[in-house]
């Protein structure tokens, strides 16, 4: 994995796909949050060829209308690091719209993907709380079990007693 390579800017009406199958060939790394190069070549190239950082609302748009030029995936890696990229500075009022433009898109069918994997990642999360759950509220019962037989068993020995 490349951690620092030039990656060149790009323009034309389907650069981001360009852009991606250079990435895939040249081994750069396009991992979101890696810790050894933050993925800096691959998102300076797509921010640069954007016309602007992620934190304009304008090369936002562009990147999402880049995303919905994509017909293969050849990198599910770089498709969901720029689908997380738009979701977390757009909101979610404005993630609707950014969605709308490349829903239809191959990098809409990945996202769809990735809600997918979120939604049963929960629910196994869910799953796992509930046993939890579970066993503490048998452990309660068995407790509350035992403190009966003891009451019991003292009214039992009171009960015993000649009077
Ligand atoms: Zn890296």
């Given amino acids: 994995m490349a951690h620092a390579t030039n990656l060149e ?11 991606l199958v250079e990435a895939v ?3 750069v790394c396009v991992r979101r949050g890696c810790t050894t190069c933050g993925a800096t070549s691959f998102r300076n190239a797509v921010w640069n060829s954007a016309g602007g950082p992620p934190t304009y609302a304008e090369a936002r748009r562009c990147v999402a209308d880049q995303l919905g030029t994509i ?3 050849v990198s599910p890696e770089a498709v969901r690091h720029l689908v997380m990229e ?3 500075r757009a ?3 404005e993630f609707v719209g950014l969605l709308a433009r490349f829903d239809a898109s191959e990098a809409g069918a990945e996202y769809r993907r990735m809600l997918e994997h979120d939604v049963r990642r929960r629910e196994d999360a869910a799953t ?3 046993v939890i ?3 503490r509220t048998d452990k309660q019962a068995r407790a509350a079990a035992h403190a009966n037989r003891k009451v019991e068993r003292d009214r ?4 015993d007693r000649p009077q």
Avoid at 9 to 19: A, I, K, Q, Y
Avoid at 156 to 159: G, Q
């Fill in 128 to 130: 796992a709380e509930g």
């Fill in 133 to 135: 759950e579970l066993r």
């Fill in 9 to 19: 800017s790009r323009s034309g009406p389907t650069w981001l796909r360009e852009l």
């Fill in 86 to 88: 738009l979701h977390t």
């Fill in 25 to 27: 060939e040249m081994n």
């Fill in 156 to 159: 039992d020995r009171k009960n």
């Fill in 71 to 73: 017909e293969t995936i």
């Fill in 91 to 93: 909101g979610p009022e």
